[in-house]
Nanobody, 126 residues
């Protein structure tokens, strides 16, 4: 299974970006998909996740109301629409996919995600 993330770039504060992540080599409709990020000098952190059917969608508190995760199962793609970007959103963003989720809390940790993309840089200038 391979994940290819794209859409990162440089944007001014209060701007927007949309990240995309295309999954190949597996059965996308059975995977939950998530986004994580790693700010400079910090540990990787959860951003958002979407269950296979959309029954469960999870967000980190820091992005609620600004970011929206969605997926198109016909295109094997998950998206992260990021609005009202802040300098503290600057990070390398990673998409991930997996099947072993048993509670809402599981989506917020990296352990259940078996497959990871290469990361895409998002830089927000003040």
């Amino acid at each position: 299974v391979q994940l290819q993330a794209s859409g990162g770039g440089l944007v001014q504060a209060w701007g927007f970006l949309r990240l995309s992540c295309t999954v190949s080599g597996g059965t996308f409709t059975t995977y939950a998909a998530g986004w994580f990020r790693q700010p400079p000098g910090k540990q990787r952190e959860f951003v958002a996740a979407h269950s296979p059917t959309g029954r469960r969608i999870e967000y980190a508190d820091s992005v609620k109301g600004r970011f929206t995760i969605s997926r198109d199962n016909a295109k094997n793609t998950v998206y992260l629409q990021m609005n009202s970007l802040k300098p503290e959103d600057t990070a390398v963003y990673y998409c991930a996919a997996g099947e072993r989720f048993y509670s809402g809390r599981d989506y917020h940790t990296s352990v259940p995600y078996d497959y990871w993309g290469q990361g895409t840089q998002v830089t927000v200038s003040s």
